[in-house]
């Protein structure tokens, strides 16, 4: 229905419209059903006509067909007509289950989020809901929809915490308890009277479980933290937290303590800046620094910033193992950086996701992941025999590369055996050009083995082999492999601080795309950068867009990059890159990556 105009709808809107008023309460289901999925991207073309009859079937004796006319009624309506609506819905909306509920509560959030200006009696309704009788899920809807208000619309934040304060003290669930406390915490000091909000945070601490407790105290620290009026009282509070009965709450009282008192430079990395890489992450690379001790002192801008093993592996599609792809039975990093050949290249940079090779239904299943060192590149190969005839020997991946690339092929490790059904590692270390930091290439892959026939009786192998090659698919070496995401609580700061010497601008089209959201996703994905203050969140039907992005480059060199596009009426999208960094160098082959 996209290329369809609201003029070439209005026949079967005058059809349906009558059948809104029939009988049968299946014609009026479908009728309403039909109208619902219309009014998301034509609401001009019911709006009016129907409205009279879809306000009578809020009284429905079927509840489904009642809850469809509010939610499509929600769609259509006018900024004007939205107090009526509210007035209408609140006489409806306890006779209806949770379940119905929640559906509500959905088309209500993308209502406030279409006419932003009626915020406060969008969010005085939705805090009147909160109050009512209902389940976790509904309750949990409600408050989501308020947090995502807050977000979106700067104005209505004062409002949002207010109602959400109110509500903690009643509130019988502790996730949404710890939710709320936490952007209390967050927002709650940047507001004009910081100090209303104190009161509803330190009754959770009388009043609560541990969990809630937990929360409540640190979102105090960081009112302490950011108010400096209030910080000597946030420190007589969390002092009386330290005679808790709760471990994680009195060791949490105590470690905020110290640092509002004796290091608030500190207190403000820890408590206001996230930590912009996995905790597992983390956990891997001391083990690996650990293991292999060197001079230099551990670098946390070593540490891969997403998910080092993709967990969507796999897809499912038969039930057989030998159709699935070939999956490692211990954590990659864990894994390579036991081994005493990799010990003298230091720690990883940066890890891919894993990439399949080959078919799963193939009779050698290949998957590979690229771990980026500061000279080096170590594939990590996963190679799965699912042929029970066979066993294979000195199973090894040929790599080849254009030479003129600078790139060259150190060393292999190879499997020394795999039998059917079994997975095991192969290892090649390709080298770095020297003269280019971010240096690209594609390598072209042979799986190299010899083969024993196996014996379906006896399960022995025979004892002469026969060498035979499996062709592989290409791997790519992109500069997304030596950036990897790096958090900045502050991105308009730290542009500033880059400066405007080691800038770097081009422009460029992407003709394969035709919206600003599918030109986001490839250049996060093309440039491997982290985006910043939310801005790979685009409205629908955008045709302009700024992306801000940062990320770090192999050496933990600072990259920022700002991306401001516009959809061409021709088709594709227009863009402007602008690079940042401490190297002008890098900064240029970063803007200038798109064109290669």
């Known amino acids: 229905m996209k290329n369809i105009t609201s003029k070439d709808l209005t026949a079967a809107v005058t059809i349906l419209q009558m059948f809104l008023s029939s009988p049968k309460a299946t014609l009026r289901f479908a009728a309403i059903r039909t109208l619902n999925k219309v009014a998301s991207d034509h609401p001009h073309a019911i709006a009016g006509s129907c409205t009279f009859d879809m306000e009578g079937l809020i009284n429905d004796v079927n509840r489904n067909i009642a809850t469809l006319a509010i939610t499509t009624l929600l769609k259509i309506e006018t900024e004007g007509s939205i107090d009526r609506l509210m007035k209408q819905i609140s006489n409806f909306i306890n006779e209806i289950s949770d379940e119905f509920k929640i559906v509500v509560v959905d088309a209500i959030r993308t209502l406030a989020l279409k006419y932003k200006q009626r915020h406060y009696s969008i969010m005085t309704f939705l805090s009147n809901m909160l109050r009512d009788e209902g389940g976790f899920e509904y309750k949990k809807a409600i408050v989501e929809t308020i947090l995502e208000i807050v ?243 000195n199973v090894t991946v040929d790599m080849e590369v254009d030479d003129s690339t600078g790139f060259r092929v150190d060393s292999v490790i190879p499997a020394d055996s795999i039998t059917c059904d079994e997975t095991k590692p192969v290892y090649v270390k390709v080298e770095l050009p020297l003269e280019a930091s971010l240096a690209t290439a594609s390598f072209t892959n042979k799986l190299k083995f010899d083969v024993k026939q196996v014996d379906a009786d006896s399960g022995q192998a025979e004892d002469e082999s026969t060498p035979e090659e499996y062709p592989l698919e290409d791997i790519d070496i992109s500069i997304a492999d030596f950036v990897k995401r790096n958090f900045v609580p502050n991105w308009g700061e730290k542009w500033e601080e880059l400066g405007e010497d080691t800038t770097a601008v081009e422009t460029f089209s992407l003709s394969s795309v035709n919206s600003c959201a599918d030109a986001v996703k490839e250049i996060i994905d093309f440039l491997g950068m982290q985006p910043c203050d939310r801005t790979e969140t685009i409205p629908p039907k955008r045709t302009k867009h700024i992306l801000l992005l940062s990320g770090l480059a192999v050496g933990g060199i600072p990259i920022l990059a700002r991306v401001r596009m516009k959809v061409n009426p021709s088709g594709g999208v227009s863009m402007e890159l602008t690079v940042r960094s401490n190297d002008a160098e890098l900064s240029s082959q970063i803007a200038s990556a798109m064109y290669s």
């Open 151 to 393: 977000n979106e619309i700067p104005e209505s934040k004062e409002t949002g915490l207010a109602h959400l304060s109110e509500f903690i003290e009643d509130c019988e669930f502790s996730y949404l308890s710890t939710k709320i406390l936490h952007l209390l915490g967050k927002e709650g000091p940047k507001t004009r009277t910081p100090s209303k909000y104190i009161r509803h945070i330190y009754n959770r601490i009388i009043l609560e479980n541990s969990t809630v407790r937990a929360s409540a105290v640190s979102a105090l620290a960081k009112f302490g933290l950011n108010h400096e009026p209030l910080r000597p009282k946030i420190i007589v509070l969390l002092t009386r937290c330290l005679q808790d009965n709760d471990d994680e709450v009195r060791d949490r009282a105590t470690f905020y303590l110290r640092m509002l008192e004796n290091d608030l430079e500190l207190a403000s990395k820890m408590m206001i800046e996230d930590l912009p890489i996995p905790l597992y992450n983390l956990e891997l690379s001391l083990r690996q620094y650990l293991d292999n001790p060197i001079e230099r002192p551990f670098d946390i801008n070593t540490v891969p910033a997403f998910a080092l093993v993709d967990k969507t592996l796999g897809k499912g599609k038969k039930s057989t193992t030998a159709n699935q792809p070939a999956k490692p039975k211990e954590e990659p990093v864990e894994k390579i950086s036991s081994l005493s050949e990799f010990a003298s290249l230091g720690p990883i940079f940066n890890s891919s996701k894993q990439i399949e090779l080959s078919e799963s239904e193939t009779e050698y299943v290949v998957t590979c992941i690229k771990h980026i060192y500061a000279r080096y590149v170590v594939f990590q190969f996963f190679v799965k025999n699912t042929v029970s005839e066979q066993l294979l020997e």
